[in-house]
């Protein structure tokens, strides 16, 4: 079976396609060694359209590969899954059923059950999205990666080899004594798979880049059933979609991630907070920062600006090697009169999972981001657009808005451009990029469309002095967006024809568009919304 599924798949490559035109559900779960007679339901499905749709492929599922691999609503471990997602508003969604794959081929096979049944699917690596359908998805087949958790780091230590089913800190943890790390996600419990898929935005990411362009390779399930490994070198086309195209393209069932050598996994790190006093000072070194990286690109900053009582600007500083306040470019925020100050030398991954803490799971969230050419003036601007506009919070039970301010710096932008670039449309010789980020927790559903018109509204105000001020940038960043934003399109038309192509060979008939339809597609926001900013 194995050297026919090779030759096909030479066949299909040579002819720019990757599914046949003929292409049989059937035989190609035979092929996986599923037979669909074996499976009254299943195939009784084949000769009739039924409601009973997911209740038969989670049945299938569960005849296959037993009562432990999948979770049915009535199941204690349904409850224990849905109550784990970091958002109040993704956990109240209802799956029909959790499937929790051992392997790659069970998830080929998930993928197949699902287009011969039409029962929809969503997959959970982290779970860290604020909106519903992102990673589980109402009625259908939530597919959970918590037994696909391999790390193996490569006997060369050059690479190593990451299942979706892990979250950061484990995967930190596990490199913390090897002398080497990987451009991560900088809170522990963030998945591997969304954040790599979307960008990836790391403590070392001014350095080497973002966490997708430093991805030596993918494991893909394609829509046909058919696992690939997508690299430079093999389906280069598919591996620069993965690179920013999110959940559009196939399920990454392993990433296979370059390292970076870090002596003891020591970097440096933690928070300096300043009061409204000194705000002004802040907001110019933190440009300054953003704008000079590549003096020194070792060193990086979010600000979250917070008014808890009193406003505060609250600073995470960080610098890829010990002794980070010595160092020449973070001075600016040393010369600044803190009320608190974190900041020590400490391991890469105690850090990530040390910041943990500052994840809140249960409450209702929202995040929005539009980007901006760095400059001082529309820093400032958003800083005081900000805190004019969340007074119209006051009447919302628990609502705690942050404004937060991220870096897309020209380290980033050049790393963008290494094996053949990626999907997500950045001029590599282009401005610093400014990330304005809005979030929120709050607690009851009843107030949802007062959170998304009060974030909508402070996003139209940023973007409209951005363009007065000449320093507008469409590209909204896919891991912070809001449910009602274009990410795709965001991207440039360019970058979304290509990805449009790349789609077209490789999920003919829109697997990945219509049966995962959650999170953010080619052609459209994850909940198309007019009333709400887009970017």
Not at 167 to 189: E, F, H, K, P, Y
Not at 266 to 279: A, H, N
Not at 317 to 342: C, K, M, Q
Not at 364 to 389: C, H, L, P
Request: net charge negative; charged share 15%; aromatic share 10%.
């Amino acid at each position: 079976m194995r050297s026919f599924l090779l030759a096909t798949l030479a066949t299909l490559v040579a002819s720019q396609t990757f599914e046949a035109p003929d292409f049989n559900v059937t035989e190609a779960l035979l092929d996986q060694g599923v037979n669909i007679s074996a499976l009254p339901e299943l195939a009784g499905l084949v000769e009739r359209s039924s409601d009973l749709a997911c209740n038969i492929a989670c049945s299938s599922l569960e005849v296959l590969y037993g009562n432990k691999s999948i979770e049915f609503q009535n199941d204690a471990g349904y409850t224990a899954f849905t109550s784990g997602f970091w958002s109040g508003i993704s956990a109240d969604v209802r799956p029909y059923c959790i499937f929790k794959p051992s392997s790659p081929a069970e998830v080929s096979v998930m993928v197949l059950l699902s287009r011969l049944s039409q029962c929809p699917f969503a997959v959970k690596s982290g779970g860290h999205s604020a909106f519903a359908g992102a990673a589980t998805i109402e009625g259908g087949i939530t597919v959970s990666f918590e037994n696909l958790k391999g790390i193996t780091l490569s006997g060369d230590k050059k690479t190593v080899a990451v299942q979706p089913g892990n979250n950061w800190g484990n995967v930190l943890t596990a490199l913390s004594t090897t002398g080497v790390t990987v451009v991560a996600g900088r809170i522990g419990d963030l998945g591997v798979g969304g954040l790599t898929l979307g960008g990836g935005i790391s403590f070392i990411t001014n350095e080497y880049g973002l966490a997708c362009d430093n991805v030596a390779s993918f494991d893909v399930v394609t829509a046909s059933g058919i696992i690939v490994t997508a690299s430079p070198k093999t389906f280069p086309d598919l591996y620069w979609s993965l690179r920013g195209g999110g959940n559009n393209l196939g399920i990454v069932t392993n990433f296979n991630l370059w390292t970076k050598p870090l002596n003891n996994d020591q970097i440096w790190g933690g928070t300096r907070t300043f009061t409204e006093d000194v705000f002004p000072d802040v907001v110019k070194a933190w440009i300054d920062l953003t704008l000079d990286s590549a003096q020194d690109p070792k060193a990086g900053s979010w600000i979250a600006w917070i008014n808890a009582g009193a406003k505060v600007a609250s600073t995470e500083l960080w610098y890829g090697a010990p002794a980070g306040n010595e160092s020449a470019i973070l001075a600016p925020f040393y010369n600044i009169t803190a009320v608190s100050d974190s900041t020590k030398t400490r391991g890469h991954a105690s850090y990530v999972v040390d910041n943990e803490a500052s994840n809140t799971y249960g409450q209702r969230e929202i995040f929005y981001d539009i980007t901006v050419k760095a400059s001082y003036e529309i820093a400032q601007r958003s800083v005081d657009i900000f805190f004019d506009s969340i007074d119209a919070l006051s009447a919302v039970e628990g609502a705690f808005p942050v404004l937060i301010w991220q870096h897309i710096t020209d380290g980033s932008l050049k790393g963008s451009t290494r094996n053949g670039g990626n999907a997500l449309g950045f001029d590599a010789n282009g401005s610093p990029i400014h990330i304005i980020q809005l979030a929120c927790s709050w607690n009851n559903a009843a107030d949802d469309d007062t959170v998304y018109k009060v974030m909508s509204d402070i996003m139209k105000a940023i973007k409209s002095d951005a363009v007065k001020l000449g320093v507008q940038n469409d590209w909204v960043y896919m891991n912070y967006a809001a449910m009602f934003q274009n990410v795709i399109a965001s991207y440039g038309s360019a970058s979304k024809s290509k990805l449009k192509t790349v789609a077209k060979k490789y999920d003919p008939t829109q697997v990945f568009q219509k049966l995962q339809p959650g999170y953010f597609k080619l052609d459209r926001a994850a909940v198309p919304d007019a009333r709400y900013f887009s970017y």
